[in-house]
């Protein structure tokens, strides 16, 4: 069974970091294309980071370049998300999921369940 | 920045029709993707590749593309249906994906 599960979310004061993990299970991680998907307080989705299998391709929306990084360990079936210099409208559940085998992302067909991220003093 | 547009809100009565419509530049050669979300859940997809259904959707759900709109067609809509749905597709290199607003459908 796929399983993704997101933790690392939290309060945090406008200004600061963040690093969100997703570990994954029931599937080999290594194939697949995986994301970062957020959702702000009764808003629609907001397609985050893109990374290809081995690492070598990421891909971001433009309000998060320079500010945020995604990256995996394929060792551990793990995902990241850095989030530095947050800002009040990063606040959202983000989740993680998982994208294609092929040559480009596609589409996702699984999710975790998301993690809180609250950004306020 | 590429663009998926969908109308806020669609109403119908149990047992009728609904269809949700996404546009978008790239949809002449991208596929569309539908997302259903219930309050509070994860997404989950109920079409891909513009028209196909993963297994345990139900059959009322279908999806249809032509030029650049896609089309989410609920035959026979039920009060379990009310959701947000969503179209997803991707830029024209593939590489960057996109979310259209959403649509919440009420069915009363």
């Known amino acids: 069974e796929v399983q993704l599960v997101e933790s690392g979310g939290g309060l945090v004061q406008p200004g600061g970091s963040l690093r969100l993990s997703c570990a994954a299970s029931?599937?080999?991680?290594?194939?697949?294309?995986m994301s970062w998907v957020r959702q702000a307080p009764g808003k629609g989705l907001e397609w985050v980071a893109n990374?290809?299998?081995?690492?070598?391709?990421?891909y971001y929306v433009d309000s998060v370049k320079g500010r945020f990084t995604i990256s995996r360990d394929n060792a551990k079936n793990s995902l990241y998300l850095q989030m530095n210099s947050l800002r009040a409208e990063d606040t959202a559940v983000y989740y993680c999921a998982r994208g294609r085998q092929g040559v480009i992302i596609g589409y996702f067909d699984y999710w975790g369940q998301g993690t809180l991220v609250t950004v306020s003093s | 920045s590429y663009e998926l547009t969908q109308p806020p809100s669609v109403s119908v009565s149990p047992g009728q029709t609904a269809r949700i419509t996404c546009s978008g530049d790239?949809?002449?050669?991208?596929?569309a993707y539908w997302y259903q979300q219930k309050s509070g859940q994860a997404p989950v997809l109920v079409i891909y590749?513009?028209?196909k259904r993963p297994s345990g959707i139900p059959e009322r759900f279908s999806g249809s593309s032509s030029g650049t709109m896609a089309t989410l067609t609920i035959s026979g809509a039920q009060v379990e249906d009310e959701a947000d749905y969503y179209c997803?597709?991707?830029?024209?290199?593939?590489?960057?994906?996109?979310f259209g607003g959403g649509t919440k459908l009420t069915v009363l």
């Open positions: 590749e513009d028209s």
């Open positions: 990374i290809k299998q081995d690492g070598s391709e990421k």
């Open positions: 790239a949809l002449p050669k991208k596929y």
């Open positions: 029931g599937f080999t991680f290594s194939s697949y294309w």
């Open positions: 997803y597709s991707t830029d024209s290199s593939g590489n960057h994906s996109k």
